[in-house]
């Protein structure tokens, strides 16, 4: 399908630099973390930066969940597609971001802070988990002055869909209500991601907020037990708890909301608001011996889902491009998209 204006797709999160590298049970004692979760980093955790890079090979990845959906989601659209905003420094970490996301010709309007450096997240790798630590740095300075920026606005009223990651609501959840309500009058579709377990505990307050915006709420399994739990559903059967979601009321009226539940390699569950029946997809399978690391295949998912939506393409079409980016994703190191680029 033919694009028929630029930058429909707009994106608000962290940029970060991934900091990625194979590591074992012994690293994540030492910084006391679990084998698969995401966290802010605390002043004792912040050692394990150089620890990576000096003593386990860490490889620097152009990362930020919502940065690696809005590279991903541009991968398949049609040139000058997706724009994607955050906060980052102006150092050479600001500079790897910038050089990846020219690769796949995705637009970022960062709000540079030249005193702050560019946002990092240790990733430590152990089999099928990755444990994330993030120190947010520039990343965290973002703020709705940038976004109201006229320039910048105009983007945001051009836009034909936005999707926002969870992990901004630790940053600025008043810009992603301008956001969620510029969708909502606008009769656009927002999209947000759930992004971590601790975004559902422990910034319930500003989640629960932008809840009535989400046309489309996406998490993983671990996250929708979070939700659940933080909120007293009772639920813990991962079907139930998208219904649920699908359920919440709602803003604008003129679309039903649709709540989209990955589980990793088993079927992703899609809720509707108002449907008895929740639907389930199977992931496109990938031998074993092919995965590279599935760090990112979450954000790689929503980039395709969100591609299907903004090019207007069924839901369940929408759901299979994501299973495929993801597929793709998992076989490269990190967050990232095979070049030559394949089409889907
Ligand atoms: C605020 N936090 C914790 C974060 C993140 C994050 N992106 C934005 N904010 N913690 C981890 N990530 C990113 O998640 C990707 C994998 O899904 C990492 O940068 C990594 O690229």
Sequence with gaps: ????????????????????????????????????????????????????????DAKLIAGGAAQNTARGAQYILAPNSVVYLGGAGDDKYAAI?????????????????PKIPTGRCGVVITGHNRSMVTELGAANHYDLEHLKRPDIWA??????????????FTVCPPAIQELAKQAAEKNKPFILSLSAPFICQFFKEPLDASA????????????????????????TDVKEIAKALANL???????????????????????????????????????????????????????GFCAGIVDGHPLEEAVNMGQWLARLSIQELGPSYPFPKQTY
């Design 212 to 235: 009535p915006y989400w046309d489309y709420v996406i998490g993983n399994e671990g996250e929708a037990a979070a939700y659940s739990e933080s909120h007293g559903l009772g639920l």
């Design 249 to 303: 009321p709602k803003i604008n009226t003129q679309r039903k909301r649709v709540a989209i539940i990955t589980q990793g390699t088993e079927p992703t569950v899609v809720a509707i608001q108002g449907e008895d029946e929740v639907k389930e997809y199977p992931v496109h399978e990938l031998a074993k011996e092919l995965i590279n690391d599935t760090n990112g295949a979450g954000d790689a998912f929503a980039g």
């Design 97 to 113: 971001l910038r050089d990846a996301v020219k690769q796949v010709g995705l637009r970022v309007e960062y709000r540079v802070d």
């Design 155 to 168: 983007l945001v009223e051009n836009a034909e869909a936005y999707y926002v990651g969870g992990y901004h």
């Design 1 to 56: 399908m033919a694009a028929t204006k630029d930058y429909r797709l707009l994106c608000l999160e962290n940029p970060l630099l991934d900091i990625q590298a194979f590591g074992d049970e012994a690293l994540l004692e030492k910084y006391g973390l679990k084998p698969n979760d995401a966290i802010l980093a605390e002043e004792k955790h912040l050692p394990i930066y150089e620890d990576l890079l000096n003593n386990y």
